[in-house]
Nanobody
């Protein structure tokens, strides 16, 4: 299984970015959980958002970020609006076989490489 994240870049505070993650090598159920985590320099990896049939979000990104999926294309997206400098991190997509959303990264079976997001003030 491969998860390929893309879409990161440099953006000014208040701007937007859309991250994409392409899953290949396995047919995921439409209810298997797909998620985004992020890791800022010097910090631990943290949960950002996840989706089974609906999305769940960390408090720090709620109302600014939206996670979505296209099951036909095996894709998951993270629309990030009103970006803040504290959103700067490497963003990783992850997947777990099952319907329950967890914020614990240990619950996820598959991981992709990260895509870097830098938000300037």
């Amino acid at each position: 299984v491969q998860l390929q994240a893309s879409g990161g870049g440099l953006v000014q505070a208040g701007g937007s970015l859309r991250l994409s993650c392409a899953a290949s090598g396995r047919a995921f159920s439409s209810y298997d959980v797909m998620a985004w985590f992020r890791q800022a320099p010097g910090k631990e990896r943290e949960f950002v958002a996840a989706i089974n049939w609906s999305g769940a979000y960390a408090d720090s990104v709620k109302d600014r970020f939206t996670i979505s999926r296209d099951n036909d294309k095996n894709m998951v997206y993270l629309q990030m609006n009103s970006l803040k400098p504290e959103d700067t991190a490497v963003y990783h997509c992850a997947a777990r076989l099952g319907k329950i959303i967890y914020s614990d990264m240990a619950k996820y079976n598959y991981w992709g490489q990260g895509t870097k997001v830098t938000v300037s003030s």
